[in-house]
């Protein structure tokens, strides 16, 4: 899930944006932003920063493993 600031897309939990659609709170991105989304979608490049952590995550990430067990086949 991703939202909009002024010129990236940051990566956020779904339920914040939708916490933050009913209350008006700030969400915080992956990467540390905080801002209250703007209701319109954009069309912004992904933060880099938000992409290297949620990719990190593992989520679909190609990582290289550190100094931890298994094949890393999947
Ligand atoms: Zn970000």
Same mark, same amino acid.
């Given at each position: @899930?991703?939202?909009?600031?002024? *010129?990236?897309?940051?990566?956020?939990? /779904?339920? =914040? !944006? @939708?916490? *933050?659609?009913? *209350?008006? *709170?700030?969400?915080?991105?992956?990467? %540390? =932003?905080?801002?209250?989304?703007?209701? &319109?979608? +954009? /069309?912004?490049?992904?933060?880099? @920063?938000? /992409?290297? !952590?949620?990719? %990190? @995550?593992?989520? %679909?990430? &190609? =990582?290289? =493993?550190?100094?931890?067990?298994? &094949?890393? +086949?999947?």
């Amino acid at each position: @899930m991703t939202a909009t600031t002024e *010129s990236y897309a940051h990566y956020v939990q /779904k339920e =914040k !944006i @939708m916490e *933050s659609a009913l *209350s008006g *709170s700030p969400v915080v991105a992956l990467c %540390g =932003k905080v801002w209250v989304p703007g209701r &319109d979608p +954009k /069309k912004y490049p992904v933060c880099p @920063m938000c /992409k290297e !952590i949620f990719e %990190g @995550m593992g989520a %679909g990430g &190609d =990582k290289d =493993k550190d100094g931890k067990g298994g &094949d890393g +086949k999947k």
